[in-house]
């Protein structure tokens, strides 16, 4: 109950395009879902959060869709560039003060030229 | 913005000597700071929560006393790998929590740990 699915595990997007990846979760205490970009030999960094009384949330070319009732939400990336090259994890927060960060597999991110 | 600050960013130990990382928070409280264990091309495993000023709890299946993690200001946790072996050798990565970041999370930049 405590997981949170991530597809795909890979992903090959030509520049310009738009990259999707979803996650879904089980425990509906879960209360703060983030995304973090990570490139290698470095911490993750937080690309953008949502809480789960939002459905969607944009910032720059970076978009969650959230669907409380299907517990799933989404990374979209618009316009996407090589430097977007890099492994996203989504995560989901326990809730009812549980403050530890459940993290998806992770989806390696790959942008041609 | 919140920043963490992670040290050393890499290590080399022999087997049987002890290693200590360092996680602070710069700008902000951390009343929460978690430790996390990465392998290569896998996602991020919590080892240990902690709370300034209380003893960390730790997930199942990590060992404390191999383990030892110290938060004894709101801004600064250790992380002590004793008595390394060459299976630690990992990716540790900190994080830190507080009310000024709306409680959000930062990351530090982790640490790379080899045991020879």
């Known amino acids: 109950q405590q997981q949170v699915k991530q597809s795909p595990q890979s992903l090959i997007v030509q520049k310009g395009g738009i990259p999707i990846i979803n996650c879904a979760y089980e425990?509906?205490?879960?209360?703060?879902f983030p995304w973090y970009q990570q490139f290698p030999g470095k911490g993750p960094a937080l690309l953008i959060a949502?809480?789960?009384?939002?459905s969607e949330k944009k910032e720059g070319r970076f978009t969650i869709s959230f669907n409380k009732s299907a517990k799933q939400f989404s990374l979209h990336i618009m316009d996407s560039q090589p430097g977007d090259s890099a492994t996203y994890f989504c995560?989901?927060?326990?809730?009812?003060?549980?403050?530890?960060?459940?993290f998806g597999t992770g989806t390696r991110l790959t942008i041609i030229p | 913005g919140a920043v963490v600050s992670q040290h050393p960013s890499w290590v080399i130990c022999k087997s049987g000597t002890s290693v200590k990382i360092e996680c602070r928070s710069l700008?902000?409280?951390?009343?929460?700071m978690f430790w996390y264990r990465q392998f290569p091309k896998q996602s991020l495993m919590l080892m240990a929560t902690s709370n300034e000023g209380s003893k960390a709890t730790y997930e199942q299946g990590v060992e404390k006393d191999k383990f030892l993690i110290n938060h004894a200001s709101l801004t600064l946790s250790t992380l002590t790998v004793t008595s390394a072996h060459p299976e630690d050798s990992s990716f540790y990565i900190c994080s830190a929590t507080g009310q000024i970041i709306n409680y959000g999370y930062t990351f530090g930049s982790g640490t790379r740990l080899t045991v020879v």
């Open positions: 995560a989901a927060r326990g809730g009812f003060g549980n403050e530890k960060l459940t």
């Open positions: 949502i809480r789960p009384d939002v």
């Open positions: 425990n509906t205490a879960f209360d703060y």
């Open positions: 700008d902000f409280q951390a009343t929460t």
